[in-house]
């Protein structure tokens, strides 16, 4: 299957060049589209050159910095415009929190019938390393919170480590979300779930960043947890409508 890696950066100079060999090691076919926010640490520079000599590595350079989930809409379009087209689109993070090794596994399990593959920090057999206890609290509990309330199947609705089938990425239209931050993530779980595509959750285990600087704010969790709520009111509204009629 054709599979590209859609790798949104900014400021990951000091892990990009790890990242792609680490990638080319494992596989020579697999392409990467790094969507770089314009780093003025020349993260885009780095990942051209690389792309000189690994091949496979293409460049989209955005004027600057403006979310997740706003990279990750522009790099899904650019891979879904592709031809010949993809068959499996890989979402990650650039920073080696992700172990490149499982994207295997995942493009096997989508050749296998899976529509999505998440790779879980909340099944059995994953985990977190080196994170501090409230960081772990808040990432496990807001989890349970977002998938009861949006009545989810998958236990972890956050992680950015996934593979898509291209038509159904396709089917659930990207480039409409409004989301930015890890609220960009649940909104595409919400999305597969209403289709009826059919996810599946692989064991990871989440490493901490150990160069660089992490993108998680405050400001992040809240608009994740203010719009799962509205989301939950959304869905709620709607089915007492359907019951009502």
Known sequence: MRAVVVLPTYNE???IE???????????????LVVDDN??????DIARSLGTELG?????LRAAKQGLGSAYRAGFRQVLDARPPYDVIV???????????VIPAMISAIEAGADAVIGSRYVRGGGTTDWPVRRQLLSKWGNVYTRTVLQLPTRDC????????ATA??????????????????ELVRRLTRHGFSIVETPIVFRDRERGKSKMSGRIIIESMLLVTRWAAIDLIRRVRRTAR
């Open 13 to 15: 100079r000091d892990n």
């Open 18 to 32: 790890m990242y792609l060999r680490s990638l080319r090691a494992i596989s020579a076919h697999i392409e990467v």
């Open 39 to 44: 780093s003025p640490d020349g993260t885009a």
């Open 56 to 60: 496979g590595v293409d460049v989209l």
């Open 91 to 101: 979402s990650m993070d650039a920073d080696l929190s992700h172990d490149p090794a």
């Open 158 to 165: 956050t992680s950015g480590f996934r593979a898509y089938r």
């Open 169 to 186: 990425l396709d089917a659930i239209q990207p480039d409409s979300t409004g989301a930015e931050g890890y609220a960009f993530l649940t």
